[in-house]
């Protein structure tokens, strides 16, 4: 029992740590971290692994260790920021694939990357047809960038001078019944213009799943007893 106490006691001090570094570093997609955050973080998670079964590491050490892995990481973060060169050096810089419609060959020797690999990457931007690329980039993070050439890119309103009805924002203002006070003060309503809301909908309010409401405050209405109309047929 005294063995489980204290591996709960591990559990939730590694985890803690690990959520103050988190929290610190900020939020990153897996797929935008550097060589160098990808290796920490994996450092991190190794050393919070053992720290929780191995109960022969020291607490303090393994903490200290997670904080100090934390703060390298925050400390090259900055650095990458305030100081271009270093940036350059720690991360990988853009690499041209694909130019004009050709593919540049050392290129993708450079990544190691086979052809089929790369004409994957492009079916997964709506490219079939190599020929109408003009420029394919591999982005540090790995992501492939592509840019049709200008006549294969859709038209656009302002392309064709047409005007058009600005983006509509659509805020949850109830969710399963509950009205959401802090969306409507958001909006720019005032405490009494709540209240007259509630008074105008209390009847209906209980049976909403989700409402939504967009900037000339309309409201979009969804309830609880919707169902499918078998518009989609299979």
Known sequence: METLGITLFRVVAGMGVLLIIMLVIGRRQLGELSSFDFLTSIT????????IVDHRIELVSALIALLALGGMQLLFG??????RPFNHKLNFKPLVLVENGQIIKDSLRKVHMPVETLLQLLRDKDVFDITIVELAVLEPHGKLSVLKKAE????T???VNFTVNPNSIL?????EGKLQESALTDMGFSPRQIEEFRR??????HNVF???MDQNKRLHVINDDAREQNVFLH
Request: charged content about 5%; cysteine-free; overall charge positive.
């Open 44 to 51: 991190i998670g190794a050393v919070a692994g053992a720290l």
């Open 152 to 155: 294969h890119l859709p038209l």
């Open 200 to 205: 105008q909908h209390q009847n209906s309010i």
């Open 157 to 159: 309103p302002s392309q």
């Open 78 to 83: 900055w650095l990458s920021i305030k100081v």
């Open 210 to 212: 989700i409402a939504f």
């Open 171 to 175: 805020v949850p203002v109830i969710l």
